[in-house]
């Protein structure tokens, strides 16, 4: 069965630090795809990547990279430069190929509460 | 683009009485979109996968004569709350998924939430 762990369930930074969220999965199939949502306080989930299991290729988005390495499950989350903007719940989540429905199954979530 | 709204935002009500969240998404269809419910501190749970024109898919132990769902048109989803008591208090949230069905891994969008408070 599919299941994406979060460790770390708060983490606290000072501004300007880089931090680094991890996400670890677990799946037996061999199409999927992995996703990191951002939720504010506000409490909408922001979308903020989407990676398919044939895509290893590590991604840049401004201060925000994400690395997929299949041989340890792992998609993990790094933000640089970390600003208090950046507070907020991140979830990692998968989806699997072989489900029609497209639904995701989410991780616990990483709060991150950046200081100023 | 793929903006999905919520409404209402907030919403208090008695115990007994019913209420009724719709989801729209504003600038894509969506033959798919999914109910979500949120503890404070807690993960998203899903509840239920809403499919245009056919009936709703229920997750296990979600009461489907509590929670009715209705997916009128491309565009629209609504839950409905039946009989809402204080446990049924909740963040509730919904995501809509573009494009028609069978995409594969397609992405979410989701909706700001709807708090509900039971008295």
Known sequence: ?116 | GAVVSQHPSWVICKSGTSVKIECRSLDFQATTMFWYRQFPKQSLMLMATSNEGSKATYEQGVEKDKFLINHASLTLSTLTVTSAHPEDSSFYICSAEPGLAGGVGETQYFGPGTRLLVL
């Open chain 1, 1 to 116: 069965a599919q299941k994406v762990t979060q460790v770390q369930t708060e983490i606290s930074v000072v501004e300007k630090e880089d931090v680094t969220l991890d996400c670890v999965y677990e799946t037996r199939d061999t199409t999927y795809y992995l996703f990191w949502y951002k939720q504010p306080p506000s409490g909408e989930l922001v979308f903020l990547i989407r990676r398919n299991s044939f895509d290893e290729q590590n991604e840049i988005s401004g201060r925000y990279s994400w690395n997929f390495q299949k041989s340890t499950s792992s998609f993990n989350f790094t933000i640089t430069a970390s600003q208090v903007v950046d507070s907020a719940v991140y979830f990692c989540a998968l989806s699997e190929a072989w489900n029609a429905g497209n639904m995701l199954t989410f991780g616990g979530g990483t709060r991150l509460m950046v200081k100023p």
